[in-house]
């Protein structure tokens, strides 16, 4: 079971160039997501996803497409990356809504993007 | 509006010495109030949900509780390999989203 897999761990990008972060679970959960972490910053919420097909933006959406074709992938678009998207991406994924009880959400590696 | 500050920012113990980590909260209607380890070039490992005041959760040498405005992870006893940055999170509020605090940096010197 290797839970959720984020490729590519590491990836640096010129500005303006554009790339995709790959993430897939193999739990079969219906609610994935992306976040970003920064120094002195808690990890905010890009997008998410409630199932395929359905995707809703989180709080720092600007710059990042998403979509959700199958249950199993979500991958995160850079349109054209800038300096500012430089950080530490995560994928999560879990079986119901964020916030519900009884809900455990798993994360994966991290992908370390560097924007020069 | 909804917030999450976790104190101290870091915290240095000596092997055996117990602490705890702070986690304050403001977020109307809590739907869950979670505790993960993040250790160096990971991803958040998940610890611990809190649901209720009063609550109580240990696993191994942590224990952590909630009130209706905080909640605390006691380390008793901790080891060097409980050195990480614990993050808390509390889901609920005004977008029924996880809102993470920015983490407390755990270091335990042998």
């Known amino acids: 079971n290797a839970g959720v897999t984020q490729t590519p761990k590491f990836q640096v990008l010129k500005t303006g160039q554009s790339m995709t972060l790959q993430c897939a679970q193999d739990m079969n959960h219906e609610y994935m997501s992306w976040y970003r972490q920064d120094p002195g910053m808690g990890l905010r919420l890009i997008h998410y996803s409630v199932g395929a097909g359905i995707t809703d933006q989180g709080e720092v959406p600007n710059g990042y497409n998403v979509s959700r074709s199958t249950t199993e992938d979500f991958p995160l678009r850079l349109l054209s990356a800038a300096p500012s998207q430089t950080s530490v991406y995560f994928c999560a994924s879990s079986i119901t809504h964020f916030g519900q009880p009884q809900n455990t959400i798993y994360f994966g590696e991290g992908s370390w993007l560097t924007v020069v | 509006e909804d917030q999450v500050t976790q104190s101290p920012e870091a915290l240095r113990l000596q092997e055996g010495e117990s602490s705890s980590l702070n986690c304050s909260y403001t977020?109307?209607?809590?739907?869950?109030l979670f505790w993960y380890r993040q250790d160096p070039g990971k991803g958040p490992e998940f610890l611990f949900t809190?649901?209720?005041a009063g609550e109580e959760k240990e696993k191994e040498r942590l224990k952590a509780t909630l009130t209706k405005k905080e909640s605390f992870l006691h380390i008793t006893a901790p080891k060097p390999e409980d050195s990480a940055t614990y993050l808390c999170?509390?889901?609920?509020?005004?977008?029924?989203?996880?809102?993470f605090g920015t983490g407390t940096l755990l270091a335990v010197q042998p």
């Open positions: 999170a509390v889901g609920g509020g005004a977008t029924n989203k996880l809102i």
């Open positions: 977020v109307s209607g809590l739907r869950g």
């Open positions: 809190l649901y209720s």
